[in-house]
């Protein structure tokens, strides 16, 4: 295998954050170098460009590395990407997302300045009683003037729809002959089954292709930079560059024996 291509949301886009640096508000924006000149003054410490897991990965074993990951990517934008992927002499890595993010297909409407065009947005599913932030969008579908009789069993459905997507990818990979790693970028709950049939499908997944499938919060990407103060800073918990350097090192024995 020549590359290591991967997939994910922005845990797999990555930053420029070196170490933990207190009230920054996002380490997604230090891409230009002026940007970075002013954090460099400003922490006194060198900050490079940005990288992720999957990068360092691929460096290290000396393979080309092709990020096909998007910020705030849900789970049905990685399954809907691979169909479009060439995988030849590749090795696929994917980090899967929360549950609740969807995709949906819009349109540019006819009296934009911007030519008229398809674009798959992510957005997040939430329950009838919580507040919508950026991106939410509230499910109620079974709501009427005079009762609810059905209340959204958001997580339930979530779990079941990921244990979904994780076997319809790995079905696909293994009917053509593609090596793979999946890991969990951010917590699905799975080391708690919510339902029957939950419990059912993930019985159904390769667990030897796929890093701590059951595994708690604090084996999830996240949770071991969040423990571990790897993060941006307690205003952005995304993973810095050692997050990103101890999780690839978690996942380094899995990928050299897949290799």
């Known amino acids: ?16 954050v070196p170490s933990y640096m207190p009230g920054l508000p996002s380490g997604a924006y230090i891409h230009s170098s002026a940007d970075r000149r002013k954090l460099q003054k400003k922490y006194n410490i060198d900050i490079g460009l940005p990288t992720n ?15 096909v990951a998007e910020n705030g990517a849900s789970n049905e934008r990685f399954y809907r990407k691979i169909l479009h992927t060439n995988f030849e002499k590749s090795f696929a890595l994917i980090g899967l997302t929360s549950y609740n993010r ?19 947005h992510t957005w997040k599913m939430v329950g009838p009683d919580e507040s919508a932030g950026y991106k939410d969008l509230k499910f109620d579908p079974w709501m009427n003037k005079s009762k609810r009789e059905y209340y959204p069993a958001i997580e339930e459905e979530g779990q079941i729809r990921t244990a979904m997507q994780i076997i319809y990818m790995q079905n696909y990979f293994n009917a053509n002959g593609i090596p793979y790693l999946m890991y969990n970028a951010l917590y699905n709950g799975f080391d708690d089954p919510l339902t029957e049939e939950c419990k059912k499908l993930l019985s159904k997944v390769d667990q030897t292709k796929y890093y701590k499938l059951q595994g708690s919060f604090n084996e999830t990407q996240h949770g071991l ?28 024995p899995m990928v050299k024996k897949m290799l």
């Not at 993973?239 to 999780?247: F, L, R, S, V």
Request: with cysteine; hydrophobic share 40%; glycine share 6%.
């Open 1 to 16: 295998m020549k590359k290591l291509i991967h997939f994910g949301c922005s845990f797999a886009v990555g930053n420029a």
């Open 53 to 67: 897991c999957g990068k360092i990965l691929a460096d290290r074993l000396q393979r080309d590395y092709v990020m």
């Open 102 to 120: 969807r995709e949906g297909l819009t349109t540019m409407r006819e009296n934009s300045f911007a030519p008229k065009a398809s674009h798959w």
């Open 225 to 252: 930079c969040l423990n571990k103060k790897m993060i941006v800073s307690e205003l952005d918990e995304h993973p810095n560059i050692e997050g990103q350097t101890a999780w690839a090192e978690q996942l380094m």
